[in-house]
């Protein structure tokens, strides 16, 4: 297909990047905005007059759930209307980084977060750790930093070996070229080459799993748990096994001082700690953040975000370039929505085209300097100024106006610059001063990595986002329900603390970025308001159904062909999107379901979290996703299958509420066989139920069809029961208003 595109380069010549526009896309989706908004306009117009006039609709026409329905069509429309702003002006992008040579690229420190040694096996965390070593990047302008948020010994000794094991990795993958720098996924992939290579690789494989069998023997010892209560550890890891022949990266151990009853403020609060021990030791002007999971599998990662970077027209405003985030565990019938392909292969390219995607927690190059808000010119500084918003470290003051620190003055005064290292990753430092207020990542909410880069792109920095065709970071997603809706309820809480706060971005942003960019981020933070349309549309057809009541227009009228147009014009967009991204028609019903789903339970939870803990009722909670395989969920996982197990808390509003459409549907369709007039006016009424039906429709069946593990308990049918009764009643109520 010939592809018509807009080709923009940077003025570094020969170019180091390209930026891609395609036309033809780009006008398709500005037309579809324009009908279906036109459509939508038609819409309100029913329901205001319909709402105007229910006097005059007879005594079956109550009021509520009119109103109710023009709720939910107010708020999915808003969420529409906010996230077109993606389709904009989509863009991608190539790179050309053999156009750097060696002596530009800038120091690098290498962030890696870890956070509970038991959801997060170290020996995973070992596998990030090498591969961050491996990257094709000088040696003296890589340094390697673990926080271990489990203040975990295990975690300690696992990194000794690991910088062992690297040094004999780390050659093998120079000389044989590795593409996939991770020992454990090198070791799971096929084997091809000439016999020196096959015997090297043997003996490599040899040392790998004598490593692998190591750590995960210390693992499974009794002291391999979170420790909530331990001073800070800072510790440069260095090999005195061998002499120091083979050049490795700086690799440094980092555990923050944690105390019980002391906020440490989870991600965030390591990363702050990290930012600030770092600087004092390698000092490097970009940060690479990966998440424990996250491991290196290109190893021109560094060299492909310095071809922005290091761009003279770009370098100055450029805060971030983000990698998308792939994952190795994914099934191709991805049941929880776990790849994210929305935001990674649609969003993100759509904000790229404005000012810069959103910063995404991992796999991003970031410069230290948006994180800071110093002041530039000299006269300005003023050291007690620097104190208070920095904290009362002179060697960390120095750092920021200090360039890197090169491995010479290291040496010297390791021991005074551990003894400094400790006290700025002590609790009491960030005391009074603007830590994660206005510098460094921000505290107000668990998602740090959304409401960070709101705060960077508000002070007009620029990101970037590139998407090789082979990915650059590969990681573990969520391969049950449980794990899903639990990480799906603790953004949806982080987004709504955004949403909730003085800085929610359709309030705060406006004035501060462009105002598509702007709606980009409200649309992320409202996020989570689409339980109120769901939950909505979950029970109030039905009820009016079984109750007598119409809120659609009848399949007579010409308002009913708006609707249908709303509803498939909205399904054809999202079909449109998930072919463009590559993916299968399958796709288009799991991510229906997972966002009806999430809708329902995760975003209401997390919604609420978020409201009790503006009331001060509640505290923040940031509870890590479980990175351990269980093999009978993988299987399940892998064939499709949806798994069950998880709390009654989320089933039971599910069961009920797919139940209780089923049971509509069914009276529905008798309603229209015995009075053929009725079809007229309870056709859209049914199809609602027909459609919730059908997409719940794995819930019917883990409810009565299924006898393995994964299904639905017969006790969890027995809760929705009673919980069904409830709403049924609360249908009672509404007939009368
Ligand atoms: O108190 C904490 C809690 C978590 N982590 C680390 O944070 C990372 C992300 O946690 P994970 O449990 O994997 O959460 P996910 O939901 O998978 O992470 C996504 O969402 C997070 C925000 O909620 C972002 O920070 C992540 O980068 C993004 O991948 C992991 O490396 C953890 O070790 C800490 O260091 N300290
Ligand atoms: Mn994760």
Request: glycine share 4%; net charge neutral.
């Given at each position: 297909?010939?592809?018509?595109?807009?080709?923009?380069?940077?003025?570094?010549?020969?170019?180091?990047?390209?930026?891609?526009?395609?036309?033809?896309?780009?006008?398709?989706?500005?037309?579809?905005?324009?009908?279906?908004?036109?459509?939508?306009?038609?819409?309100?117009?029913?329901?205001?007059?319909?709402?105007?006039?229910?006097?005059?609709?007879?005594?079956?026409?109550?009021?509520?759930?009119?109103?109710?329905?023009?709720?939910?069509?107010?708020?999915?429309?808003?969420?529409?209307?906010?996230?077109?702003?993606?389709?904009?002006?989509?863009?991608?992008?190539?790179?050309?980084?053999?156009?750097?040579?060696?002596?530009?690229?800038?120091?690098?420190?290498?962030?890696?977060?870890?956070?509970?040694?038991?959801?997060?096996?170290?020996?995973?965390?070992?596998?990030?750790?090498?591969?961050?070593?491996?990257?094709?990047?000088?040696?003296?302008?890589?340094?390697?930093?673990?926080?271990?948020?489990?203040?975990?010994?295990?975690?300690?000794?696992?990194?000794?070996?690991?910088?062992?094991?690297?040094?004999m990795w780390?050659?093998f993958?120079?000389k044989y070229?590795v593409?996939?720098?991770?020992p454990?996924?090198y070791f799971g992939g096929p084997e091809m080459g000439d016999h020196q290579f096959r015997a090297d690789r043997q003996k490599i494989k040899e040392e790998y799993e004598s490593f692998a069998?190591?750590?995960?023997?210390?693992?499974?010892?009794?002291?391999?748990?979170?420790?909530?209560?331990?001073?800070?550890?800072?510790?440069?890891?260095?090999?005195?096994?061998?002499?120091?022949?083979?050049?490795?990266?700086?690799?440094?151990?980092?555990?923050?001082?944690?105390?019980?009853?002391?906020?440490?403020?989870?991600?965030?609060?390591?990363?702050?700690?990290?930012?600030?021990?770092?600087?004092?030791?390698?000092?490097?002007?970009?940060?690479?953040?990966?998440?424990?999971?996250?491991?290196?599998?290109?190893?021109?990662?560094?060299?492909?975000?310095?071809?922005?970077?290091?761009?003279?027209?770009?370098?100055?405003?450029?805060?971030?370039?983000?990698?998308?985030?792939?994952?190795?565990?994914?099934?191709?019938?991805?049941?929880?929505?776990?790849?994210?392909?929305?935001?990674?292969?649609?969003?993100?390219?759509?904000?790229?085209?404005?000012?810069?995607?959103?910063?995404?927690?991992?796999?991003?190059?970031?410069?230290?300097?948006?994180?800071?808000?110093?002041?530039?010119?000299?006269?300005?500084?003023?050291?007690?100024?620097?104190?208070?918003?920095?904290?009362?470290?002179?060697?960390?003051?120095?750092?920021?106006?200090?360039?890197?620190?090169?491995?010479?003055?290291?040496?010297?005064?390791?021991?005074?610059?551990?003894?400094?290292?400790?006290?700025?990753?002590?609790?009491?430092?960030?005391?009074?001063?603007?830590?994660?207020?206005?510098?460094?990542?921000?505290?107000?909410?668990?998602?740090?990595?959304?409401?960070?880069?709101?705060?960077?792109?508000?002070?007009?920095?620029?990101?970037?986002?590139?998407?090789?065709?082979?990915?650059?970071?590969?990681?573990?997603?969520?391969?049950?329900?449980?794990?899903?809706?639990?990480?799906?309820?603790?953004?949806?809480?982080?987004?709504?603390?955004?949403?909730?706060?003085?800085?929610?971005?359709?309030?705060?942003?406006?004035?501060?970025?462009?105002?598509?960019?702007?709606?980009?981020?409200?649309?992320?933070?409202?996020?989570?308001?689409?339980?109120?349309?769901?939950?909505?549309?979950?029970?109030?057809?039905?009820?009016?159904?079984?109750?007598?009541?119409?809120?659609?227009?009848?399949?007579?009228?010409?308002?009913?062909?708006?609707?249908?147009?709303?509803?498939?014009?909205?399904?054809?967009?999202?079909?449109?999107?998930?072919?463009?991204?590559?993916?299968?028609?399958?796709?288009?019903?799991?991510?229906?379901?997972?966002?009806?789903?999430?809708?329902?339970?995760?975003?209401?939870?997390?919604?609420?979290?978020?409201?009790?803990?503006?009331?001060?009722?509640?505290?923040?909670?940031?509870?890590?996703?479980?990175?351990?395989?269980?093999?009978?969920?993988?299987?399940?996982?892998?064939?499709?299958?949806?798994?069950?197990?998880?709390?009654?808390?989320?089933?039971?509003?599910?069961?009920?509420?797919?139940?209780?459409?089923?049971?509509?549907?069914?009276?529905?369709?008798?309603?229209?066989?015995?009075?053929?007039?009725?079809?007229?006016?309870?056709?859209?009424?049914?199809?609602?139920?027909?459609?919730?039906?059908?997409?719940?429709?794995?819930?019917?069946?883990?409810?009565?069809?299924?006898?393995?593990?994964?299904?639905?308990?017969?006790?969890?049918?027995?809760?929705?029961?009673?919980?069904?009764?409830?709403?049924?009643?609360?249908?009672?109520?509404?007939?009368?208003?």
């Amino acid at each position: 297909m010939a592809l018509q595109t807009n080709i923009s380069t940077s003025h570094h010549n020969p170019p180091l990047h390209l930026s891609h526009l395609k036309k033809s896309t780009l006008i398709c989706n500005r037309l579809f905005t324009l009908f279906h908004s036109i459509a939508l306009i038609l819409l309100f117009s029913f329901r205001i007059s319909s709402i105007f006039t229910h006097s005059k609709l007879g005594k079956n026409q109550p009021f509520i759930p009119h109103l109710l329905a023009f709720i939910s069509e107010l708020t999915l429309s808003f969420i529409w209307f906010l996230s077109q702003s993606f389709l904009w002006r989509p863009i991608t992008r190539t790179v050309f980084p053999e156009r750097l040579s060696d002596h530009q690229l800038p120091p690098i420190d290498v962030f890696i977060c870890t956070a509970d040694p038991r959801a997060e096996p170290p020996l995973g965390v070992m596998n990030t750790v090498i591969s961050a070593m491996a990257l094709n990047y000088p040696v003296g302008k890589l340094s390697v930093y673990v926080s271990d948020d489990g203040g975990c010994p295990v975690t300690l000794e696992a990194m000794r070996e690991a910088l062992k094991f690297g040094k004999m990795w780390v050659p093998f993958c120079n000389k044989y070229d590795v593409k996939t720098i991770c020992p454990q996924a090198y070791f799971g992939g096929p084997e091809m080459g000439d016999h020196q290579f096959r015997a090297d690789r043997q003996k490599i494989k040899e040392e790998y799993e004598s490593f692998a069998h190591k750590v995960t023997k210390i693992s499974e010892s009794s002291s391999c748990v979170s420790n909530k209560d331990h001073p800070a550890i800072v510790e440069v890891i260095v090999d005195e096994s061998k002499c120091d022949q083979i050049k490795m990266p700086l690799l440094v151990y980092v555990s923050r001082e944690k105390r019980p009853y002391h906020p440490h403020h989870f991600k965030a609060g390591a990363l702050n700690a990290l930012l600030r021990v770092s600087s004092l030791i390698s000092n490097s002007p970009y940060i690479l953040g990966l998440d424990c999971d996250m491991y290196c599998n290109h190893k021109d990662s560094a060299r492909q975000a310095m071809c922005f970077h290091l761009d003279p027209d770009l370098s100055s405003s450029l805060a971030f370039v983000q990698f998308p985030q792939t994952f190795h565990n994914l099934s191709k019938h991805d049941l929880y929505e776990s790849e994210m392909r929305s935001l990674f292969k649609t969003s993100w390219h759509g904000m790229d085209g404005i000012k810069g995607p959103c910063l995404s927690g991992t796999c991003y190059y970031l410069k230290r300097e948006p994180l800071y808000e110093l002041p530039l010119k000299q006269e300005d500084i003023n050291l007690e100024e620097l104190k208070q918003c920095f904290g009362s470290s002179n060697e960390f003051i120095r750092s920021l106006y200090k360039k890197y620190n090169s491995k010479m003055d290291l040496k010297k005064d390791l021991f005074e610059l551990l003894q400094e290292t400790k006290h700025l990753a002590s609790c009491e430092y960030e005391n009074g001063t603007k830590w994660g207020n206005e510098i460094g990542f921000r505290y107000l909410s668990v998602t740090e990595d959304f409401f960070t880069s709101f705060n960077i792109h508000c002070k007009d920095w620029l990101s970037v986002y590139h998407m090789p065709p082979r990915p650059s970071f590969i990681g573990s997603s969520t391969t049950n329900l449980n794990d899903s809706l639990i990480q799906a309820t603790r953004w949806s809480a982080g987004l709504m603390e955004v949403a909730l706060s003085r800085y929610s971005p359709i309030i705060y942003g406006p004035s501060r970025m462009p105002i598509l960019q702007s709606f980009c981020y409200a649309w992320l933070s409202f996020i989570p308001i689409a339980f109120i349309p769901l939950w909505i549309l979950a029970t109030i057809p039905m009820l009016s159904l079984l109750n007598d009541i119409t809120i659609y227009p009848k399949v007579k009228n010409p308002f009913f062909f708006v609707f249908l147009f709303v509803f498939v014009s909205s399904n054809i967009q999202h079909m449109r999107e998930i072919h463009s991204s590559g993916a299968s028609l399958q796709t288009w019903k799991h991510e229906q379901r997972a966002w009806m789903m999430k809708g329902i339970t995760s975003h209401l939870y997390g919604s609420t979290q978020a409201i009790m803990e503006k009331l001060g009722v509640k505290e923040a909670n940031f509870l890590p996703t479980n990175k351990v395989m269980n093999e009978d969920e993988v299987k399940l996982h892998q064939m499709g299958i949806y798994n069950f197990q998880t709390s009654s808390m989320f089933l039971v509003p599910l069961c009920s509420l797919v139940t209780l459409n089923l049971l509509a549907f069914v009276v529905g369709i008798i309603r229209m066989m015995f009075h053929k007039d009725h079809i007229d006016e309870i056709f859209i009424q049914t199809f609602v139920s027909l459609y919730i039906t059908l997409m719940g429709y794995p819930v019917l069946e883990g409810m009565a069809l299924r006898k393995d593990k994964g299904r639905i308990a017969p006790m969890i049918s027995c809760y929705s029961l009673v919980f069904s009764i409830i709403i049924l009643s609360f249908g009672k109520l509404l007939v009368m208003y």
